[in-house]
């Protein structure tokens, strides 16, 4: 099948590389001088060689849970195959997307890059699956919402307080992809007042994700890149896992069917539509056809009943008995348990160079516990779940690497 990649207008490519060798960079980007942070800490102060967004993307490169990414799966969570996405790849492909596309539109790219590879940092086990699993239960106990996003930004301002900038934390919260849009016109916000005020409405209400949008056109840019990193991807790692024939399964869109297609054309599509304007937007024939995608992506990957029906049957009542137990150990203070010894423990040690305004071990039992369950690995998950239900009938099937 032929392929089809589009290239951006001659004209606007050349007004693109005058004003490059210009060093123009856009009027509409976040200036390091505009970070705001909540504490003021000698420490946070940039230097030449560290500006702002720069320490924003060191603080959680080096934070307590990123390593966690290369065990966290993407979407195909009961597969032993080394070549099927995880987390750590997914956020790479995020910000390396997300600064081609920044560098051409003048934005500031270590922005980009610390809300890039923050996005899913509170992301559960078992990709979304878990996430929902974990929401459920935490949301009939407390009525509060678990999301990925906002458990992103408790991880990195509550659980130990880095001190990251608003506007890296603004993107995190505000990064939800699966609710595309056509044109995204940034929502400032005027201090963490404002941003505390957005996070409690998520928390309290389940669709609350629905009026989020982030307040720079940086954090708009990560949003729209991780649909353009999960699109294809999910598609080709649908094909190894053989869930899905060829890109000949999908349906010919605007903007092809193979992962490079998508890419590419909705990169070209984004840029020539943003120019020099204070908006991200796509024309509306590639915006349809990436509803299409999405749309197609959930009926031939994520809906599948060979993917459902594990977590339905398995990760749904095994999260359910691990939730009871660890909040049982929460409420009792048991010390001898994996929740203190393999999570507080963690947390207490690196809370010693942080300011924090209460010992960890005194939060809301249900919030330890939603902590720890959403900090595990899928492996940590299992190997626990295990150790707490040993003749428990619950068991997670992997396909193995010669099952197919």
């Known amino acids: 099948m032929a392929k089809n990649y589009e290239t951006l207008p001659s004209v606007l490519e050349q007004e693109i590389l005058e004003n490059q060798r210009n060093g123009w960079t856009s009027p509409y980007a976040c200036q390091n001088t505009d970070v705001m942070r909540r504490l003021e800490r000698e420490s946070d102060r940039p230097k030449i060689y560290r500006p702002p967004f720069s320490k924003d993307a060191d603080k959680i490169l080096n934070s307590l849970f990123y390593n966690r990414y290369a065990d966290k799966t993407q979407v195909f969570s009961f597969y032993r195959n080394d070549d099927l996405s995880r987390r750590a790849l997914h956020v790479q492909l995020v910000s390396r997307i997300a600064r081609n596309i920044g560098a051409v539109l003048g934005l500031n790219l270590d ?14 086990p078992f990709g979304h699956a878990g996430e929902h699993a974990l929401h459920d239960l935490y949301h009939a106990r407390t009525g509060r919402c678990f999301r990925h996003n906002l458990h992103g930004v408790r991880v990195l301002d509550e659980i130990v307080r880095y001190n990251i900038s608003l506007q890296t934390l603004d993107g995190i919260l505000c990064h939800n992809g699966e609710l595309p849009k056509e044109r995204y016109t940034p929502q400032p916000i005027a201090s963490f007042a404002d941003f505390d005020s957005r996070t409690q409405d998520v928390l309290h209400d389940e669709n609350g994700d629905e009026k989020l949008v982030p307040c720079t056109l940086e954090g708009c840019l990560v949003r729209i890149c991780d649909m353009l990193a999960y699109l294809g991807k999910d598609r080709q790692d649908a094909r190894r896992a053989h869930l899905v024939g060829d890109e000949t399964d999908f349906l010919p869109t605007e903007i092809g069917t193979t992962n490079a297609e998508i890419i590419n054309n909705l990169e070209v599509n984004l840029i020539a539509q943003s120019y020099g304007k204070p908006y991200l937007q796509f024309d509306s024939a590639h915006f349809q056809a990436m509803l299409q995608l999405k749309e197609e992506n959930y009926r031939s990957i994520y809906r599948k009943e060979e993917v459902q029906v594990q ?9 359910a008995q691990m939730y009871e ?3 049982d150990d929460a ?10 010894q393999h999570h507080i423990a963690l947390v207490n040690d690196k809370r010693q160079w942080y300011a924090a305004e209460k010992p960890y071990e005194e939060s809301d039992p249900d919030d330890l516990t939603v902590d ?6 899928d492996d940590y998950f299992v190997d626990y779940y295990s150790r707490l239900f040993p003749k428990s009938s619950y068991r997670i099937s992997y396909i193995g690497y010669f099952d197919t």
């Open 111 to 124: 922005l980009i890059e610390a809300i890039a590879i923050g996005h899913d940092m509170g992301h559960t």
């Open 311 to 319: 977590v339905r049957e398995n990760v749904v009542p095994m999260m």
């Open 325 to 327: 137990a660890v909040y």
């Open 331 to 340: 409420v009792h203070h048991r010390k001898d348990s994996c929740l203190y």
């Open 372 to 377: 720890f369950l959403a900090a595990m690995t």
